[in-house]
């Protein structure tokens, strides 16, 4: 599986740290999308769109990739990579502190419920929430979290791609 990562200025060092994690440790194939230089006056959209677009293209032709987009609190991130069809971006700064409990009563903590029931392909991380070794311990725990296929989860993620167009 491949894993495209996009950042501003504002995660720059954190997103270095974290591609070469996931590269070296994780053995994943990695392509860091920027930012490659770090300016304070950066604007995220067009970097994020770099990998969201990436993983968009991924998705269209079956291909199994995912993406991490981050920046200091990952909301204007996330909204960007939504914005292409097919990418299912779900936000994450922090453990809330409590489990989800689903409709059949199995426990999930929030980074396994983006997968299992939304089968989100993109993690946008706030790191102005996380230490670097949070973050690390989320991608690690996020990537290896599978999509069962659910009968109903897919089915609304279908819903999803039809309202997207």
């Known amino acids: 599986m491949k894993v495209y990562f996009a950042s501003d200025h504002a995660g720059f060092d954190a997103k270095n740290s974290l ?3 996931v590269r070296d440790q994780l053995g994943y194939e990695v392509e860091d999308c920027g930012a490659l230089v770090n300016d304070p006056q950066d604007d995220y959209p067009a970097i994020i769109a770099l990998a ?4 968009s293209d991924d998705v269209a032709a079956g291909k199994d990739s995912r993406a991490i987009v981050a920046g200091g609190s990952g909301q204007g991130e996330a909204i960007v990579a939504n914005r292409f069809k097919g990418v299912r971006c779900a936000l994450y700064y922090g453990d809330p502190g409590n489990a989800q409990v689903d409709a059949s009563g199995k426990r999930l903590d929030i980074l396994t419920s983006t997968r299992e029931h939304n089968d989100a392909n993109a993690l946008s991380l706030g790191l102005r929430f996380l230490t670097l070794d949070q973050a690390k ?3 690690t725990h996020w990537l290896a979290a599978p999509f069962p296929g659910d009968a109903r989860h897919a089915r609304r993620i279908g819903q999803i791609d039809d309202v997207t167009g």
Request: net charge positive.
């Open 137 to 139: 311990a989320a991608i």
């Open 19 to 21: 591609v070469d994690y």
């Open 52 to 55: 969201a677009r990436k993983l």
